[in-house]
């Protein structure tokens, strides 16, 4: 069985930093492209970045390039996002997702966590 956890959310002040993980079992981890994706209440889920399973591409939502890092080890089966100089719209439960390749279309993969909260107080 497959399983995606996210750590790493927490309360954070505007300008901040946190660093997301995505813990992965249960599937081959370094043939798996992982997305991240944010959702706030009532809105659908949005893309937020993308990294291949090799990790020699990698996406990013405009909204947030420049501030946000994709990273993975393939030996450790964790995936990472490292966000600077938070702002509070990047308040949002944040997910990571598994598929075979790149996309930023949520409704396209096939494995997902159940999400860590990020609030960035301003």
């Known amino acids: 069985q497959v399983h995606l956890v996210e750590s790493g959310g927490r309360l954070v002040q505007a300008g901040g930093s946190l660093r997301l993980s995505c813990a992965a079992s249960?599937?081959?981890?370094?043939?798996?492209?992982i997305g991240w994706f944010r959702q706030t209440s009532g809105k659908t889920r949005e893309f937020v970045s993308v990294?291949?399973?090799?990790?020699?591409?990698?996406y990013y939502a405009n909204s947030v390039k420049g501030r946000v890092t994709i990273s993975r080890d393939n030996v450790g089966n964790v995936a990472y996002l490292q966000m600077n100089n938070l702002k509070p719209e990047d308040t949002a439960v944040y997910y990571c997702?598994?598929?075979?390749?790149?996309?930023?279309?949520?409704?396209?993969?096939?494995?997902w966590g159940q999400g860590t909260q990020v609030t960035v107080s301003a």
């Open positions: 990294i291949s399973w090799t990790g020699d591409s990698v």
């Open positions: 997702a598994a598929r075979r390749s790149v996309q930023v279309d949520p409704e396209v993969y096939d494995f």
């Open positions: 249960g599937l081959d981890f370094s043939n798996y492209a």
